[in-house]
């Protein structure tokens, strides 16, 4: 369906803001470069990356 092709992009995104500026430790404007994405894109694509990064280990803890 269309939604799950939009959230599987949405996920891309994510993973990519998130490697480039937090991994790679790339700059804004560098990430603008790669992406062609607004600052705000990645803002908020890196917003909700860590997000998810931070509700899985949350989960992982509570596993143990």
Do not use: C
């Amino acid at each position: 369906s269309t939604l799950m092709r939009s959230s599987a992009a949405s996920d891309v995104y994510k993973r990519q803001v998130f490697t480039l500026r937090d991994i790679e430790e790339l700059d804004v404007a560098e990430v603008i470069s790669i992406t062609g994405m607004t600052a705000e894109q990645i803002k908020h694509n890196l917003y909700q990356a860590r997000k998810q990064i931070r509700a899985k280990i949350h989960q992982i803890e509570t596993d143990l």
